[in-house]
């Protein structure tokens, strides 16, 4: 009991201790905040987000870095001419953060990679991105702005969104728009740059800006219209000038598209073709050894082979000559004789006499009844 109370003690007096010191140690048992200690640096109002610009004037006179980074990426052929002509450019631009880069025009591959001189440990990172974006076709006064601080970029692949090639050719243009109306107006709600080229999207800006851009590239290609971000931008963009709205949801403000199926027109159904009822298959169709043993072509000799088609040739010939023969004599043929024609209700051996008679009866029927009662009496 004596050696339990003595222990208990000398675990109060530590305590006791650590509290002079400033330090803040958890239970006895629990060894998770033994060495903890407030940091005379860290405090409630310090930004932990904010980011630490680095000059060459803090890196020390012996170099910051132990170890070569270096980085390299691959390139189409079609960039082969732009990038000879821009290379002295790019390494004059790397040269400024004291960065070395190679051009191999065997293998089709641009390479970075840091010196005992460079100063800056992340900016090989960023050297890695600007030969990507080499790469992709963004030009190099545009790419060397990926250099700067505050500049991201993100290059999305979108060749495996679609399986149909039809569509996805269909659904990249709708993201461009009539003469790229539609990528110049994401460009300037977003304060992006943004350029679609081949199987991918190449993004420039700042943070909020690139996950709004790859919001509405991955919805165009799954038939959401990029009209509609463009929309809710425009009124986000509006919203965020009023000050009185900063604390308010805004929901109420921005429009809610529903999905509308439309009625398409609807394909004719083709009519079933009957089954056969026979029991057993159809027969083969003939193959072309088949039909000319029928016709003794088969068991026949080169020379006679010939000398058969010569012979059919020349039926052929004698055949369309004669029915060209008969054609150039039509034209020398007299043309038949008019046929008469006869007159309506008229035999052809009627005579006059009965066609007198026939009028005199015809006329006597169209008269009415009293009339020809009249005409009896006087008689």
Sequence with gaps: MAKKRKSKASAAEVQGEAEEKGTTEAEPGNKKGKYRKDKPWDHEGIDHWKPVSIAKEDAPSGGLLLEESSFAT?????????????????????????????????????????????????IIIKARDMIKLLARSVPLPQAQKILDDEVYCDILKIGGLLRSKERFVKRRQRLVGPNGSTLKAIELLTQCFVLVQGQTVSIMGSVKGIKQVRR????????????????????????????????????????????????????????????????????????????????????????????????????????????????????????????????????????????????????????????????????
């Excluded at 790019?90 to 004291?98: I, N, S």
């Design 74 to 122: 691959l390139f189409p052929q079609y960039r082969e001419q732009y990038l000879k002509q821009v290379w002295p450019d790019v390494r004059k631009v790397l040269a400024e953060h004291e960065l070395a880069a190679d051009l191999n025009l065997v293998e089709g591959s641009m390479t970075v990679r840091t010196t005992k001189k460079t100063w800056d440990p992340y």
């Design 216 to 379: 509405i590239v991955e919805d165009c290609f799954r038939n959401i219209h990029p009209i509609y971000h463009i929309k809710e931008l425009m009124i986000r963009r509006e919203l965020e000038k009023d000050p009185e709205l900063q604390n308010e949801n805004w929901d109420r403000f921005l429009p809610h598209f529903k999905n509308r199926n439309v009625q398409r027109k609807k394909m004719k159904d083709k009519k079933a073709k009957k089954k056969s009822k026979d029991v057993f298959p159809p027969q083969p169709m003939p193959r072309k050894e088949d039909l000319q043993m029928e016709s003794g072509e088969y068991f026949l000799n080169e020379k006679e082979k010939q000398l058969r088609q010569r012979v059919a040739k020349r039926e052929a010939q004698q055949a369309k000559s004669a029915e060209k023969r008969r054609e150039r004599a039509k034209e020398f043929e007299p043309p038949a004789p008019a046929k008469a024609k006869k007159r309506k209700g008229q035999d052809a051996g009627e005579t006059t006499q009965e066609m007198a008679q026939r009028l005199a009866k015809k006329a006597k029927e169209a008269q009415p009844k009293k009339q020809r009662a009249k005409s009896e009496l006087l008689l």
